[in-house]
């Protein structure tokens, strides 16, 4: 098998687990999510199968869009809702507090990642070295936030966001920095990923629907690469191409390379000669 998964993850489930259920249902090995989503969140992740497993760095740095709840008074020491409770405060925003708070984040950020998130310090993950007791201390990274808005108010004490953002931005982050600059304090508890680049949750797949549509739920590779230019080879050359032989090439930056109608992945020129970068046809 070869292609994309748009996957429903269940909240409760992690990304690894959600994979590794794919990998059974499929029967396949290699199989790969482009982009973490965490346990408590729920919604589009895409899934590489088979060669297609190869382009996480072409589909999990595009930028993802969410629904969020975030619900003042406390904040964990997680910052979502599977957390324990590290302190209190009665000082609730309101809705035009936090609406201004969080619109002037939008732009290009310095964000402080949680201190329980995937990020690598010292070659182990944070979360595993806070788990452990250690303390951990993270750098802010660059992200940006396009767009943020109000959807509702389901309580005096929460508020519902959709938010839309660059890959790598942890709306845990921004659920605490709002609650901050509201002089207050507030936990993640609800999350849903609605899109991650082309991937749109309104056709993601769940994982008893996979078990039922096996690869009909896969899409093809080059989908996901919607922005990217395209070269055709002629006809004549299939052989060549499919062979590793010599090409010439006069185009600059990466391109998907299709002959004879078939797509066989990324290239690239390498001093004037074609170099698929990225093989992903079907043998």
Known sequence: MNGLINLYKPSGKSSAQAVAAVRRILGEKTVGHMGTLDPMAEGV?????????????????????????????????????????????RDIPSVDAALNAIRSMVGKIEQLPPVYSAKH??????????????????SP?????YDAQLICQPSMSEMVFS??????????????????????????????????GCFDVKDSVTLDALTVQMRNALIAPDKALD???????????????????????????????YCNGEFFGIGCNVDGTLKIKTYLKDD
């Open 45 to 89: 992740l895409v899934v590489g199968v088979g060669k297609s497993a190869r382009l996480f760095e072409y589909v999990s740095g595009r930028r993802k869009s969410y629904v969020a709840k975030f619900k003042f008074g406390s904040q964990t020491d997680t910052l979502d809702a599977l957390g324990t409770v590290t302190d209190e405060t």
């Open 121 to 138: 310090v010292g070659g182990k993950r944070a979360y595993a070295l806070a788990r452990s007791g250690e303390s951990v201390e993270l």
């Open 141 to 145: 990274v660059s992200v940006e936030i």
């Open 163 to 196: 938010i839309d953002c660059s890959a790598g931005t942890y709306i845990r982050s921004i659920c605490r920095d709002v609650a901050k600059l509201c002089g207050s304090l507030a936990t993640l508890t609800y999350l849903q990923r609605t899109r991650s």
């Open 227 to 257: 922005d990217m230019p395209v070269c055709e080879i002629a006809a004549d050359r299939y052989d060549d191409l499919r062979h590793g032989r010599k090409i010439a090439c006069d185009r600059t930056g990466e391109f998907k390379v």
